[in-house]
């Protein structure tokens, strides 16, 4: 997975873990602490939802990714990533929604 585009940010968001803030502005998300990380997250799902609500394809794809990124931001902060999410995901296969759900705690 290598060529894959999510594996390769979230390799490069990791590498910006402890940089210099003024150098990047992943470095600087860091630095700001996990709540604001987390604030940014929603502030990129709220505007994701907004453009969705649009017919406007590119804006939405641009929210997207923008909401992907920080998103990866907030797993590698709280030192989780994307084999994290994939094997959660992995878990649920095969599992109806519903029975996921209800089985929450």
Not at 3 to 21: N, Q, V, W, Y
Not at 31 to 51: D, F, L, N, S, Y
Request: glycine content about 10%; aromatic content about 2%.
């Amino acid at each position: 997975m290598a060529d894959d585009p999510l594996t390769a940010l979230d390799a490069l968001i990791r590498s910006r873990r402890g940089a210099d803030a003024a150098s990047s502005y992943t470095a600087s998300l860091f630095a700001k602490g996990r709540a604001k990380i987390a604030q940014k997250v929603g502030e990129e799902a709220t505007e994701t939802v907004i453009a969705a609500m649009g017919d406007d394809r590119r804006a939405l794809t641009g929210e997207a990714a923008d909401l992907v990124y920080h998103l990866l931001v907030l797993l590698a902060d709280a030192g989780l990533g994307l084999d994290d999410v994939r094997a959660e995901l992995a878990r649920r296969t095969g599992q109806s929604g519903l029975a996921e759900k209800a089985g929450r705690s």
